[in-house]
């Protein structure tokens, strides 16, 4: 039997998502990202295209590791500013029949009690569209701008999102019965009372106690991704994600990445068959080679390196204008470019 492919969008609620500097493309939209009609727009084009869902990143900070503040980032848009990516979707739902919703969320975001209620809502609004890009926020700056003296180290923010999911899945899956919705207007009792119970949570990390506050939606939990990297990012997917972002150019790593994933979700006690990887790649579309080719070049021509440098060192953690980029760098006794 062969193997369906699936096919998501990936885009952002700002200006530039992954490519710098083509937001000064005569014919780029983003600087629409403000308005609802080029989201609406976009989700009637992806369901007319067949694909099967539009993802969409978040992020919580601004990246201002690069140079050591914010202002590549500012000047160059590089995903700042940036609106929230959930309050897109009712509208992108209603304008569509098929196409699912991905939004990314971080655990810092909103306590599980909260969290969970917008799930709920969004399953609802979307009739069981929704999925979660599970995220633990990887920028300094999003904690103080929450308030927080840091960010927990990482293998430990992998812990305290195992037990923001587990209270979520109390409250998706746990407090309210499938009957307990009886909309009996004779008797004028919307809900028994009976059939919903409070949750108990004492965590590490989160603790709740009380019933959900949205009645049973179509998919209570909504589908799951995560994009664990590390050894106990990717332990983390194996046990709750159904879809895993996976990147690389090098098929063959790429390879033993999705097998040893597979592998650990076995010995997780799952069916490593019902986890999706979805592939990251860039792809340009014209009537001919020459023509694809041709806007290749016109793109990467427009590649700013500031808002690339920005990017690049909020992910890493690195100040990279600390270095030259043309000069070799001696690493562990191997020449290597910085």
Same mark, same amino acid.
């Given at each position: 039997?062969?193997?369906?492919?699936?096919f998501? !969008?990936?885009?952002?609620?700002?200006?530039v998502?992954?490519?710098?500097?083509?937001?000064?493309?005569?014919?780029?939209?983003?600087?629409?990202?403000?308005?609802?009609?080029?989201?609406?727009e976009?989700?009637?084009?992806l369901?007319?295209?067949?694909?099967?869902?539009?993802?969409l #990143?978040?992020?919580?900070?601004?990246?201002?590791?690069?140079?050591?503040?914010?202002?590549a980032?500012?000047?160059? #848009?590089?995903?700042?500013?940036?609106?929230d990516?959930?309050? +897109?979707i009712?509208?992108? !739902?209603?304008?569509?029949?098929?196409?699912g919703?991905a939004?990314?969320?971080?655990? +810092?975001?909103y306590?599980?009690?909260?969290? !969970?209620?917008?799930?709920? &809502?969004?399953?609802?609004?979307?009739?069981?569209?929704i999925?979660?890009?599970?995220?633990? &926020?990887?920028?300094e700056? $999003?904690?103080?701008?929450?308030?927080? /003296?840091?960010?927990?180290?990482?293998?430990?923010?992998?812990d305290?999102?195992e037990?923001?999911v587990?209270?979520c899945?109390?409250?998706?899956?746990g @407090?309210?019965?499938?009957?307990?919705?009886?909309?009996?207007?004779?008797l $004028?009792?919307?809900?028994?009372?009976?059939?919903?119970?409070?949750?108990?949570?004492?965590?590490?990390?989160?603790?709740?106690h $009380?019933?959900?506050?949205?009645? /049973?939606?179509?998919?209570?939990?909504?589908? +799951?991704?995560?994009?664990?990297g @590390?050894? =106990?990012?990717?332990?983390?997917a194996?046990?709750?994600?159904?879809c895993?972002?996976v990147? $690389?150019?090098?098929?063959?790593?790429?390879g033993?990445?999705?097998?040893?994933?597979?592998?650990l979700?076995?010995?997780?006690?799952?069916?490593?068959?019902?986890?999706?990887?979805?592939?990251?790649?860039?792809?340009?579309?014209?009537?001919?080679?020459?023509a694809?080719?041709?806007?290749?070049?016109?793109?990467?021509?427009s590649v700013?390196?500031?808002? #690339?440098?920005?990017?690049?060192?909020?992910?890493?953690?690195?100040?990279f204008s =600390?270095?030259?980029?043309?000069?070799?760098? @001696?690493?562990?006794?191997?020449t290597?470019?910085?």
């Amino acid at each position: 039997m062969k193997k369906r492919i699936f096919f998501n !969008a990936f885009h952002m609620n700002c200006v530039v998502h992954q490519s710098t500097g083509l937001w000064v493309h005569p014919e780029d939209q983003m600087t629409r990202y403000t308005d609802l009609e080029t989201w609406v727009e976009l989700a009637k084009f992806l369901e007319r295209g067949c694909f099967d869902a539009l993802f969409l #990143a978040d992020v919580i900070g601004i990246y201002d590791v690069y140079r050591g503040n914010r202002d590549a980032a500012l000047t160059q #848009a590089a995903q700042a500013p940036l609106n929230d990516p959930a309050l +897109l979707i009712p509208a992108m !739902a209603y304008a569509t029949k098929r196409l699912g919703f991905a939004f990314t969320s971080s655990i +810092l975001q909103y306590h599980p009690y909260i969290f !969970a209620r917008l799930v709920s &809502t969004l399953d609802h609004l979307t009739k069981g569209r929704i999925a979660w890009n599970i995220v633990t &926020t990887y920028l300094e700056s $999003g904690a103080r701008g929450l308030g927080l /003296p840091g960010l927990l180290a990482h293998d430990e923010r992998c812990d305290a999102a195992e037990d923001y999911v587990e209270l979520c899945y109390k409250l998706w899956e746990g @407090s309210w019965r499938d009957d307990a919705v009886v909309k009996n207007r004779e008797l $004028g009792i919307y809900a028994d009372p009976g059939k919903i119970r409070a949750i108990h949570h004492d965590g590490k990390y989160y603790r709740g106690h $009380g019933c959900h506050l949205s009645e /049973p939606s179509p998919q209570r939990t909504p589908v +799951l991704y995560q994009a664990g990297g @590390s050894p =106990r990012g990717r332990q983390f997917a194996t046990r709750h994600a159904e879809c895993i972002f996976v990147g $690389g150019l090098n098929t063959t790593r790429v390879g033993e990445s999705v097998r040893a994933t597979r592998e650990l979700a076995h010995q997780a006690g799952r069916n490593p068959d019902d986890i999706l990887f979805f592939l990251y790649a860039k792809v340009i579309t014209a009537d001919s080679e020459a023509a694809v080719q041709r806007k290749y070049e016109e793109y990467l021509g427009s590649v700013n390196y500031d808002g #690339a440098m920005a990017l690049l060192c909020g992910w890493s953690g690195i100040d990279f204008s =600390r270095f030259d980029p043309d000069k070799p760098r @001696s690493c562990a006794g191997n020449t290597k470019t910085a």
